[in-house]
């Protein structure tokens, strides 16, 4: 492995996954986020969310560099195998997080349904960004 094509790839990855979390987490149903704002943070203090944002982007970037790194340690760089990883990372754990958030904290279910999609389409990206780089 390259480890100037493996910088190459996670950053891409970031670059791309920062646009769709930004997508699927802020944007789409935004709305929704107001169903229950009592169950968000801050909400109404005039406090920011700058902290809270920054460990997002910190989680993201960590998700990225470790999926890759996997893709690469688990020889999983073919299109099939890169994307069985990305599809079975997301069933064991991002799927059954959330969906069990879901049931005990209350959060509009299409809210749910879009940080499902993001996480799903993060992982895909990653696995692209994979295989197209290191594959």
Do not use: Q
């Amino acid at each position: 492995m390259s480890t100037e094509w493996f910088i190459v790839a996670v950053v891409v990855a970031i670059i791309i996954t920062s646009l769709t979390d930004w997508f699927f987490g802020g944007v789409l149903f935004h709305g929704k986020y107001k169903t229950y704002p009592e169950i968000w943070r801050n909400t109404g203090s005039g406090k920011g969310e700058s902290l809270a944002i920054t460990w997002s982007v910190l989680l993201s970037v960590l998700t990225c560099v470790i999926f890759i790194y996997l893709a690469v340690r688990l020889d999983a760089l073919s299109w099939g195998h890169a994307l069985g990883l990305a599809f079975g990372i997301w069933l064991l754990a991002p799927l059954p997080l959330l969906i069990t958030n879901a049931l005990f904290i209350k959060i509009h279910p299409l809210n749910t349904l879009s940080n499902l999609i993001g996480w799903l389409v993060k992982l895909l990206i990653c696995a692209i960004s994979a295989h197209l780089f290191l594959g």
